[in-house]
């Protein structure tokens, strides 16, 4: 019998209406859109603005999206998988609260905080799963409400984030087509550079860590420049080389989106054109855990099945990885 891979079988997305432009922002912080646009690539962002909102919520419209696609019975649901930085509370896991909202009760669920390489290290998660043969729907969700982490005075990563939300659903296959390969990396030096610091164990909340801002995500940029372009570039390149493949062979760049810059850094290591790169960082900014299912979603239509891809990602930890697939289905 032929080897079980994990294909994605459905992608569903969700964005908040509220749109936060970059002449917003200059209304709010010392900042200008040639500056946004030219650093980064980022126009406008969306964010989820109703009182009572997380990223349950986000996880939940991406979620349900799917099972209205595949007109799927939520109880045959075998697990839901939540990458996330804003989980809606420290615990219980967002993804169990997405299974409630959904009707997933035959589900089990779990967070998994890889910062913007959370997507693809739970997808490889959830492959490894379908591939053991135990099991059959796994769901895997990015969603990210960075709205609620970000310091909308600091005009160094106020203009980065936005809240979004992306999933995909893995079922068995046996004509080898699905997850192919992984790459995952992480490096803890990125400790140092990107982080939010109170909150957590090691600085409680207090009324200090308010007053000093310390449940705000803190970034220094530069190094982290430095270190994503080399990690998601490198990561990239040698995933196709064990693989025996080229840029020829790879029908789309799904990257992170962070910046556009480190972006084209990676496509140009792949030897891909720019019409190979999904780029959507112009109208949703940094999403975190959701970018790279978000542009699966949006550019579903255009994906066939036998299309080999590659999804890279690079971000907080430092974590960084690489996934190969071969596109399963044609969508109507
Ligand atoms: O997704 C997780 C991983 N994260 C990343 O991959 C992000 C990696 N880093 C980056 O993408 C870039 O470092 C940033 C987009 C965050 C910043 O771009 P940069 O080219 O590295 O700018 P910089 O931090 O070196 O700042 C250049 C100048 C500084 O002014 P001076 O010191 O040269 O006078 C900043 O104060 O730009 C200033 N600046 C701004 N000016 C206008 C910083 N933020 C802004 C702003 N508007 N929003």
């Known amino acids: 019998m032929n080897k079980i891979t994990a294909a994605i079988t459905a992608v569903g997305g969700y964005v908040p209406e509220t749109k936060l432009t970059n002449a917003d922002l200059e209304k709010m912080v010392e900042t200008n859109d040639e500056w946004i646009r030219t650093r980064t690539g980022i126009s406008e962002r969306r964010i989820l603005k109703e009182p009572g909102k997380a990223s349950s919520d986000?996880?939940?419209?991406?979620?349900?999206?799917?099972?209205?696609?595949k007109n799927l019975d939520p109880k045959e649901i075998d697990c839901i998988i939540c990458a996330t930085v804003?989980?809606?509370m420290l615990f219980p896991a967002t993804a169990n609260i997405i299974s409630y909202n959904v009707g997933a009760n035959n589900a089990f669920g779990f967070d998994l905080n890889a910062a913007c390489s959370g997507f693809l290290f739970a997808l490889t998660t959830g492959a490894s799963f379908i591939e053991s043969g135990r099991y059959k729907k796994v769901i895997v969700v990015g969603a990210d409400k960075m709205s609620?982490?970000?310091?909308?005075?600091?005009?160094?990563?106020?203009?980065?984030?936005?809240?979004?939300?992306?999933?995909?659903?893995?079922?068995?296959?046996?004509d080898e087509n699905g997850i192919l390969d992984s790459l995952l990396k992480s490096d803890g030096v990125g400790k140092n550079y990107l982080y939010q610091k109170a909150g957590g164990s090691l600085n409680p909340a207090s009324i200090e860590t308010v007053t000093r801002k310390e449940h705000f995500i803190f970034q220094d940029g530069q190094p982290v420049f430095k270190y994503a372009v080399k990690g998601m570039a490198d990561v990239s390149a040698e995933l196709l080389e064990r693989n025996n493949l080229t840029g020829n062979d790879i029908a789309w760049l799904v990257p992170h989106q962070a910046n556009l810059r480190i972006i084209d850094a990676t496509a140009n290591r792949m030897g891909l054109t720019k019409e190979k790169v999904m780029i959507n960082i112009q109208k949703y900014g940094n999403t975190t855990a959701a970018t790279i299912p978000l542009c699966l979603w949006e550019w579903e239509k255009q994906l066939h099945k036998g299309d080999k891809i590659v999804l890279?990602?690079?971000?907080?930890?430092?974590?960084?990885?690489?996934?190969?697939?071969?596109?399963?289905y044609d969508s109507k």
Not at 58 to 69: F, R
Not at 323 to 328: D, F, V
């Open 86 to 88: 804003t989980p809606d």
């Open 148 to 174: 609620s982490i970000v310091d909308y005075t600091d005009r160094t990563t106020c203009v980065l984030f936005g809240d979004a939300s992306g999933a995909v659903l893995l079922e068995p296959s046996t």
């Open 312 to 328: 890279a990602a690079f971000g907080g930890g430092f974590t960084w990885g690489a996934t190969l697939i071969k596109w399963a």
């Open 58 to 69: 986000l996880g939940t419209g991406a979620v349900m999206d799917i099972i209205q696609k």
